[in-house]
């Protein structure tokens, strides 16, 4: 138990969960600005999981900031056609979103077969690169703080340093921008915002797009840090763990990013757990995040069941 | 020179509805000018072509004399036209000055500047006389206050024209009168405003023009000045209406609903109705009268079982009703007809013949083996769009597509179906016309002579004093007054224990409170 205790508040476990909680984290904001304009992007799963692979295979070939913005770009352009499908051709929102899961899941074997020359599993055979550590460790010359600091801040990726700028953007836009309002007035009564001559669907196929380059964005981090390659249906249910943290985080960037934090440090348990306790098989401890979720959304909906009932809504 | 005209609008909507047929209007600059007509007759089909929401098939619009064509309600603001709709478009969670400014916000840079943006919306407010508080959000604002909301933002966007789509029915006598000064405040300003309207002594009041529609078509225009209720009412509806209705004399010694100690808590924990007892008897309409939000409402949900109870007994027909579920009040023999027919009395996006049966699908006439059976919906579905002539292009039409007045027929067909026992009814003429309301009257005083008990609350002090039986006058949650209906009780008298200036002591209230 010490052993954990130890391991828990130690500056490299704090490194793990800023790790693991990245890019739950990029696809939670991603599901957040759908989520709040209205359009509910259940394919965050499938966006992420061939932003993964985008980024993998290009990242064999090109620098590897030209990576993460292909799989960036890749994700976008699934928000676009999850926009067109359900705007457009006025398809289901959630079946599109399912769809797009669907053909994410089959469509990243078949493309990493075509990529290995055959391998269904892994893409362990092609030499893809990774995203750069950001090195603090000139902090050090700070006497007293200076190791402490560098232990915490020194060596995350730059995209966790991205994302935690990405949540200051959202909620900045959300909350300061006269299109943060747009979007947000769309989401929850789009009758207005038309009334009031802003285009309803534009704004909420910009949000997807938004949300797929988020969620896109997330798999690059997945695939070319947390773990360098890509491994099928490595995402393993983060699209859905992002979209039980907005609503987690009562659909606002600060609370989302402590519902992220904290799924994310489950997953960072998960990861370190197993090393101390051989007994306790690492699927269960992998399983925690997703009965958190299940916990936290039926105590919410008890909480707005009761607040209804004061209301005297039957 | 007219500052706007419409000349020979006509709308067909999908589906065949001809709901415009060669309509003009003429609007000149700084008038009020009053648009009415019976339900269905095409007026805010008219108002959605001026604002570019809806396209004419045939016809063209003349602003300032020369021709325009909105394509949308964009277009339609930026050539100074502002609608406030029958339904408002706020979003519930933004604040007031959010609301007002959506769409258009001041900004710097990519920076919304909310200090600028309620800096403007006040000084809106101040110019004109709406005086509303930017801060709060405007679901927690009365219904009046978020109408002011919709008029600012019409104003915001310099909006020269204001088209008023039913303001006031939605509205508190006291609201309709500050509606009035505010408009008044409009005009002397040098904006032009439209209004419909259906209560005739509202639009001879405010109004300078009246255009008067029927099925489709302008039948006339004329000045307010040179008009009376009567003649206008004739020309609305092409004949005489009278709105009065013939009470039998009925036995009333049967209590039907028993009411005793009740109250309500409202979401933010304030007590809505404190303590009331009365009793409803067979062949007796009992009107609830009161400002708005002095618990009428709330009281007639809870007797309904749609609104949980803080304490007090229910009894109907002899039963212990307050734990019961609707369903089983509705097999004592209750019926309701609800305050807001959109939101609780109709399903609308399903079809008439469906929401006629909504509240009998269980029973066997019209669900078998867990099947429906189409052909008794649709058989029952035909025999009361005939009994209660709702103008409707057939059972399978969804009620979106039906005008307000015979929204409000289904309602009160589905209810009135069979005889109720205990009959509820809110609002039942808000938004409806001269013939439905006449008919709507005749109808809950049918169900009443044939020996329904009958609870009623309207705004409409002259629609209580037509119905009811005896009068009890609601002023925060509690009975302050009580009257046995007589030709010289007057609005005047309900007025000032509406307003909480005077209460009546028990002994004067016994001879009401049987
Ligand atoms: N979207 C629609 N699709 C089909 N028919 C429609 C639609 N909107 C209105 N109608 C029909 O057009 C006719 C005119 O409707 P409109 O709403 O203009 O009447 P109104 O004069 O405003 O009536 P009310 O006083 O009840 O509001 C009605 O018969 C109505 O059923
Ligand atoms: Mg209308």
């Not at chain 2, 904006?191 to 078509?217: C, N, W, Y």
């Not at chain 2, 307010?224 to 509806?237: G, I, P």
């Not at chain 2, 025999?383 to 409000?408: C, H, K, W, Y």
Request: hydrophobic share 50%; net charge neutral.
């Amino acid at each position: 138990m010490t052993e954990l205790f130890l391991t828990v508040f130690s500056a490299a476990f704090f490194v793990t969960i800023i790790r693991t909680t990245t890019p739950l984290l990029l696809a939670t904001m991603g599901g957040l600005v759908a989520d709040l304009s209205g359009a509910l992007n259940v394919a965050l799963e499938g966006m992420m999981l061939i932003g993964c692979l985008t980024a993998v295979i290009v990242s064999v070939y090109a620098p590897w900031y030209v990576a993460v913005g292909a799989g960036l770009g890749a994700g976008a352009l699934l928000g676009l056609v999850m926009a067109f499908f359900s705007f457009r051709l006025k398809a289901d929102i959630i079946l599109v979103g399912f769809a797009i899961n669907i053909l994410a899941a089959g469509g990243t074997v078949f493309a990493l077969a075509l990529a290995t020359g055959g391998d269904k599993g892994t893409s362990i055979n092609l030499q893809s690169k990774a995203v750069p550590s950001v090195d603090l460790s000139f902090l050090d010359a700070i006497p007293g703080v200076g190791p402490v600091l560098t232990a915490f801040l020194s060596g995350h990726s730059v995209l966790s340093w991205i994302a935690a700028f990405i949540v200051f953007a959202v909620w900045y836009f959300l909350f300061r921008t006269p299109w943060g309002l747009w979007l947000r007035g769309v989401g929850e009564y789009p009758a207005a915002p038309e009334a009031a001559g802003i285009p309803v669907n534009k704004v909420r196929t910009w949000s997807l797009i938004v949300s797929g380059a988020l969620a896109g964005l997330g798999g690059a981090q997945l695939a070319m840090f947390n773990y360098v390659g890509f491994t099928r249906d490595m995402t393993a249910g983060r699209g859905f763990i992002a979209l039980g943290a907005v609503l987690l985080g009562a659909r606002h960037p600060v609370g989302a990013l402590i519902a992220a934090l904290l799924f994310g440090a489950f997953e960072a348990l998960a990861v370190v757990m197993p090393g101390l306790f051989n007994e306790a098989p690492a699927e269960l401890i992998r399983m925690i995040p997703f009965i958190v979720t299940i916990a936290a959304l039926i105590l919410f909906s008890v909480r707005a069941q009761r607040a209804l009932a004061l209301r005297g809504v039957k | 020179m007219a500052l706007l005209e419409a000349i020979g609008i006509s709308k067909t909507y999908p589906g065949g509805v001809v709901a415009n047929d060669g309509v003009n209007l003429v609007v000149e600059s700084g008038e009020v000018h009053a648009v009415v007509g019976e339900n269905g007759a095409g007026k805010s089909t008219l108002m959605k072509i001026l604002f570019g929401i809806e396209q004419p098939n045939a016809g063209a619009l003349m602003l300032d004399g020369k021709p325009v064509r909105f394509a949308n309600p964009r277009e339609a603001i930026e050539a100074g036209i502002g609608m406030v709709f029958q339904h408002f478009s706020l979003v519930p969670s933004f604040s007031v000055y959010e609301n007002v400014v959506l769409g258009s916000e001041p900004r710097s840079g990519i920076r919304f500047e909310r200090h600028k943006a309620i800096a403007e919306v006040k000084a809106i407010s101040d110019r004109f006389r709406l005086s509303v508080d930017p801060m709060p959000a405007v679901m927690t604002l009365p219904v009046g206050q978020q109408q002011r909301v919709e008029i600012l933002k019409a104003l915001y966007r310099n909006a020269r024209i204001l088209i008023l789509d039913e303001p006031t029915a939605v509205l508190a006598p006291q609201e309709v009168q500050e509606l009035f000064v505010a408009i008044r405040s409009l005009v002397a300003q040098g904006k032009t405003v439209i209004f419909i309207a259906h209560k005739l002594p509202e639009v001879l009041e405010i109004s300078d023009t009246i255009t008067v529609m029927r099925q489709g078509k302008t039948v006339g225009q004329v000045k307010a000045k040179e008009v009376t209720e009567k003649s206008l009412a004739a020309m609305m509806v092409g004949r005489e209406v009278t709105l009065r209705v013939e009470r039998k004399a009925t036995d009333q010694s049967q209590r039907v609903a028993e009411i005793e100690g009740l109250r309500v808590v409202n979401a933010r924990g304030t007590e809505v109705v404190a303590g009331l007892d009365l009793n409803v008897h067979a062949g007796e309409v009992v009107g609830l009268v009161g400002v708005e939000g002095n618990g009428q409402a709330e009281t007639l949900e809870a007797v309904a079982g749609l609104r949980a109870i803080a304490a007090g007994t229910i009894r109907i027909a002899d039963k212990d009703a307050t734990a019961m579920s609707v369903l089983d009040r509705r097999a004592l023999g209750l019926a309701s007809i609800p305050e807001d027919r959109i939101a609780r009395g109709l399903a609308t996006g399903a079809t008439v013949a469906e929401n006629l049966v909504a509240t009998r699908l269980n029973e066997t006439r019209y669900v078998r083996n867990g099947l429906l059976d189409l052909k008794a919906i649709k058989a029952n579905a035909l025999q009361l769009i005939e009994r209660f002539s709702i103008r409707v292009g057939g059972p399978a039409s969804t009620v979106d597509t039906l005008s307000g007045g015979n929204m409000q027929k289904v309602v009160v067909a589905r209810e009135l179906a069979e005889q109720p026992k205990l009959l509820l009814v809110n609002q039942p003429t808000r938004g409806v016309d001269l013939g439905a309301t006449q008919f709507i009257w005749r109808t809950i005083t049918d169900a009443r002579d044939a020996g329904a008990a009958v609870l009623l609350s309207s705004a409409d002090l002259g629609e209580l004093l037509a119905l009811s039986d005896r009068l009890l006058v609601l002023y925060r949650g509690r009975i302050v007054a009580a009257f046995v209906n007589t030709p010289d009780l007057t609005p005047e008298t309900l007025g000032t224990y509406m307003l909480g200036l005077s209460t009546q002591t028990a002994d004067e209230m016994k001879a009401a409170l049987r």
